[in-house]
């Protein structure tokens, strides 16, 4: 089947504007991550589903990020009032089930620019 | 907490050579160790993985790693790369018990003609 994909490919917004990021994971896959890679940088971790709920998201940067998985399969990265620090490559993993033994599977990723 | 090191930020190699990329980790617990690649414009995919067993792990594209504990280390290596093994290579850390993984900040291999 399919891979994981993720839309958009490219966002470009202006600070302060709020901007959702989507991740479509393989189908059956019940655990979802999102990391985020900054230029120069390895991907970061920044939350995880176990389902629908946010088994972990110890790794989002502050209150602005906030991330929904509502039915287990489809999840969407919400940013509000972006700031230029927000610019980075966002990365959407899933897996067959939660645990690093299980291959994680990553998209293309959305690439965030913030002007 | 771990923490990966990639201390060669780019590689730039012949083709038909062979290389080594080096990583290291630092953990208190067990660890899973990972390598994959990143293609430009594309996402990171799986080359390796080190779960248990014997040391020498053999992945895709005729890349190997080796873990050595006692260094705490998990180089790649590849006896002859082509031009087409040009990418962003990551290493990366988990724990056993974990589903994070921690990424190194990458090696950029350059194959040159």
């Known amino acids: 089947g399919a891979g994981v994909s993720q839309t958009p490919s490219n966002k470009v917004t202006e600070k302060g504007k709020y901007v959702e990021l989507r991740c479509d994971p393989i189908?059956?896959?019940?655990?979802l991550y999102w990391y985020r890679q900054s230029l120069g940088q390895g991907p970061e971790f920044l939350i995880y589903?176990?389902?629908?709920?946010?088994?972990?998201d110890s790794g989002l940067p502050n209150d602005r990020f906030f991330a929904v998985r509502p039915e287990g399969s489809v999840s969407t990265l919400k940013i509000q009032r972006t700031e230029r620090g927000d610019s980075a490559v966002y990365l959407c993993?899933?897996?067959?089930?939660?645990?690093?033994?299980?291959?994680?599977?990553f998209g293309p990723g959305t690439r965030l620019l913030v002007l | 907490a771990q923490s990966v090191t990639q201390l060669d930020s780019q590689v730039p190699v012949f083709e038909e050579a062979p290389v080594e990329l080096r990583c290291n980790y630092s953990?208190?617990?067990?660890?899973?160790l990972f390598w994959y690649v990143q293609y430009p414009n594309q996402g990171l995919q799986l080359l390796l993985k080190?779960?248990?067993?014997?040391?020498l792990v053999k992945g895709i594209n005729g890349f190997e790693a080796e873990f050595n504990k006692s260094q705490t280390s998990f180089h790649l290596r590849k006896p002859s790369v082509h031009i087409s093994d040009t990418a962003e290579y990551f290493c990366?850390?988990?724990?056993?018990?974990?589903?994070?993984?921690?990424f190194g900040s990458g090696t950029r291999l350059l194959v040159r003609p």
């Open positions: 993993a899933s897996s067959k089930t939660s645990g690093t033994q299980e291959t994680q599977y």
């Open positions: 189908s059956g896959h019940t655990a």
């Open positions: 990366a850390v988990s724990e056993k018990s974990s589903y994070k993984l921690i």
């Open positions: 953990s208190s617990v067990s660890v899973y």
């Open positions: 080190y779960l248990s067993g014997s040391t």
């Open positions: 589903f176990q389902g629908t709920g946010a088994a972990d």
